[in-house]
């Protein structure tokens, strides 16, 4: 008895690390997320994770997934899988891309130096956004990755273009220009919580703080949080607490069209991609336009509470872009399959926010190396149970069915 006690019996381990201790009961992107949501205080977590009105759209991009099913093949040799892709003339080492976010400070400290190293590691493209709360050349400073440089085009055309051309110099390699952006989303989560950014700190903060101390300590022991891209300009640079739909509908240009890409294009001399294509007929135009790439998006939900979720309009678009142009599908991406899934509908790649920022509330770097490496076993484990050795293998593997479930908003 004792000797079959000893042959099935070992003691794990004991892991002295308290994040990586955490990470590891984690089995998914929603574990992953449960951890961020205790990690911080819910005005932040409610910040990252919300999208606009009624959350449809949020939960539809996730759930339109599901819908997507591809033809596994047997008998097929996998013991090696090439997962690189192209983007851009860029050669990528997995067909994904983190996209930008705003004011990733108010998860740790360091923000987006956190997140651009751990994609840099992994030869990931990592989005710097025109809100970023770390600078451009910061960025750049840590990483030795792919960069791509996301823009919000200002109502002060001197400051758009002070903007990419000190991303091209600082060696970004793209610009992404947000096209969905006219005017704020209603995000009723942020509108309850009276969130603004940088938080406040009054009553409720004060006692949500005391609930979460690690987080607090990082947040008052740091430089104050400012949009760092345009630090020292008092008037947008965020120094002061903001309402962020005010700050964007008085800031941003709401007259943008599409006769302004050019100008972009001639003022950074990098390749364009524009995030926030919605319609077939849009990507049509983008084609026209003689843009490089364009991204299937609808914000994460965050806008136009109603919008098609990207995958779904993904085969209408590559039926009528065909190879004129580069797509990428943004949004409701969540396991290493939901990857493969839109490759195979003819996506060069996808990319993904809120993944990497619940990994990066909950345990930090750590968190983020756990998403790339969630997503990288999950892209390899996949092309081989459906027999694909390469990306180019998936090509007419994917079908959409029309039944699925539909959900009106978050789980809590």
């Known amino acids: 008895m004792l000797k079959t006690l000893r042959s099935v019996v070992a003691l794990r ?37 919300g999208a606009a009105e009624t959350e449809w759209s949020l939960a539809n991009n996730t759930q339109a997934f599901e819908n997507v099913h591809l033809e596994p093949r047997v008998l097929v040799d996998v013991s090696t899988i090439d997962t690189t892709t192209t983007v ?39 989005t710097l956004s025109t809100l970023g709360t770390r600078s451009i050349e910061e960025v750049a400073a840590v990483s030795n990755g792919p960069l791509w440089y996301q823009l919000y085009v200002w109502k002060d055309r001197g400051l758009s273009r002070e ?3 000190r991303a091209k110099a600082a060696g970004y390699k793209a610009i992404m220009v947000t096209v969905d952006t006219a005017v704020f989303g209603r995000r009723e989560r942020d509108v309850r919580r009276g969130f603004t950014l940088p938080p406040k700190i009054g009553l409720e903060t004060f006692v949500d703080g005391i609930r979460h101390p690690r987080w607090t300590l990082d947040f008052l022991t740091h430089e104050p949080i400012t949009f760092s891209a345009v630090s020292g300009r008092g008037d947008v640079d ?17 007259s943008l069209s599409w006769r302004d890409l050019e100008w972009v294009r001639s003022e ?8 926030g294509i919605q319609t077939v007929a849009d990507a049509k135009q983008a084609v026209g336009e003689g843009v490089d790439c364009i991204a299937l998006s609808n914000h994460g939900g965050r ?27 943004d949004g409701g991406v969540r396991r290493g399959a939901d990857v493969v899934k839109a490759c195979a509908l003819g996506a060069r790649a996808v990319m993904f926010g ?19 490496d969630y997503f ?19 090509g007419g593997r994917a079908t959409i069915s029309s039944t699925g479930s539909k959900s009106s908003a978050r789980p809590s």
Request: hydrophobic share 45%; aromatic share 10%; glycine share 10%.
């Open 13 to 49: 381990k004991f892991d002295w690390n308290a994040r990586r201790r955490r990470l590891a009961t984690c089995g998914n992107i929603d574990d992953l997320r449960r951890l961020a949501k205790r990690a911080l205080p819910g005005g932040v977590f409610d910040y990252f994770d």
């Open 88 to 126: 851009m003339g860029q050669r990528l080492p997995y067909p994904f891309a983190f996209s930008p976010t705003g004011f990733t400070r108010i998860a740790t400290s360091a923000g987006e130096l956190d997140v651009a190293q751990v994609a840099a590691r992994h030869g990931v493209p990592y």
């Open 376 to 394: 990288t076993s999950g892209v390899k484990r996949t092309m081989a149970l459906v027999g694909a050795r390469n990306l180019a293998e998936l």
């Open 303 to 329: 806008q136009y509470d109603g919008s098609p979720a990207p995958i779904e309009l993904l085969p209408a678009v590559m039926d009528a872009v065909g190879g004129n142009i580069e797509v990428l599908v």
């Open 268 to 275: 950074s001399g990098l390749p364009i991609m524009l995030k």
């Open 163 to 165: 903007l990419v051309q």
């Open 354 to 372: 809120r993944p990497y920022l619940y990994g990066l509330g909950a345990a930090g770097q750590l968190g983020v190396e756990w998403v790339i």
């Open 238 to 254: 965020g120094s002061t607490a903001i309402t962020l739909s005010d700050y964007v509908n008085s800031q941003f240009d709401a």
